[in-house]
């Protein structure tokens, strides 16, 4: 079964830092990865998607790479703002079409 | 476009009560899923259907869990009899064929506490 893993679980930085969220998979046969955005009691609002068969997308100062031999992605978020603030998910469909299999989510504050 | 429509956005039952939520879908998409959040164990795939047919079922819990989406605009999860541990916030998503190149769009979920 596919098991989706982010790192970290928490992250709090000052309004402007570059940063990193990490997600990994254990089954490289996927046919996408998404990261979502879950705001406190809203549902989850989709970012990115790449392809499997591609290596990265870009959403203004957003951008998502995937390196599917190594079961990795990341997301990295450029001059962080405190509307960034949220749950940031990543989930990879697997080999069963339409069946997404989520990580955990990292919890991410951004102070002023 | 509205987007994902959930209701009832919150309910509160009692255990052994019967629970229904619903779903309205993005217009024209396929493909609809019913998941469900809980701190303990993430999101989870409850189950989803192509074309209002049920594709994969094998994410629902137990035979008190039912789903059916009479139409391509409306779909029910029912809880009979509902109990404590299905506490959780349900969510609603929908897609345009399959997620293989199409985002999932979530409704705002429906936050289930059974006492």
């Known amino acids: 079964k596919q098991e989706v893993t982010q790192i970290p679980a928490a992250l709090s930085v000052p309004e402007g830092e570059n940063l990193v969220l990490n997600c990994s998979f254990t089954d490289s046969a996927i046919y996408n990865l998404q990261w979502f955005r879950q705001d406190p009691g809203k549902g989850l609002t989709s970012l990115l998607l790449i392809q499997s068969s591609q290596r990265e997308q870009t959403s203004g100062r957003l951008n998502a790479s995937l390196d599917k031999s190594s079961g990795r992605s990341t997301l990295y978020i450029a001059a962080s703002q405190p509307g960034d603030s949220a749950t940031y998910l990543c989930?990879?469909?697997?080999?069963?079409?339409?069946?997404?299999?989520f990580g955990r989510g990292t919890q991410l504050t951004v102070w002023p | 476009d509205a987007g994902v429509i959930q209701s009832p956005r919150h309910e509160v039952t009692e255990m052994g009560q019967e629970v229904t939520l619903r779903c309205k879908p993005i217009?024209?998409?396929?493909?609809l899923f019913w998941y469900r959040q809980t701190m303990m164990r993430g999101l989870e795939l409850l189950i989803y259907?192509?074309?209002?047919?049920?594709?994969?079922d094998s994410g629902m819990p137990e035979d008190r869990f039912s789903a059916k989406m009479p139409n391509a605009s409306f779909s029910t999860l029912k809880i009979q009899p509902s109990e404590p541990r299905d506490s959780a916030v349900y969510f609603c998503?929908?897609?345009?064929?399959?997620?293989?190149?199409?985002?999932?769009?979530f409704g705002n979920g429906t936050r289930l506490t059974v006492t």
């Open positions: 259907f192509n074309n209002n047919v049920p594709i994969d």
């Open positions: 989930a990879v469909e697997g080999s069963t079409l339409g069946r997404l299999y």
């Open positions: 217009s024209g998409h396929d493909y």
């Open positions: 998503a929908s897609s345009l064929y399959s997620s293989y190149n199409s985002p999932l769009h």
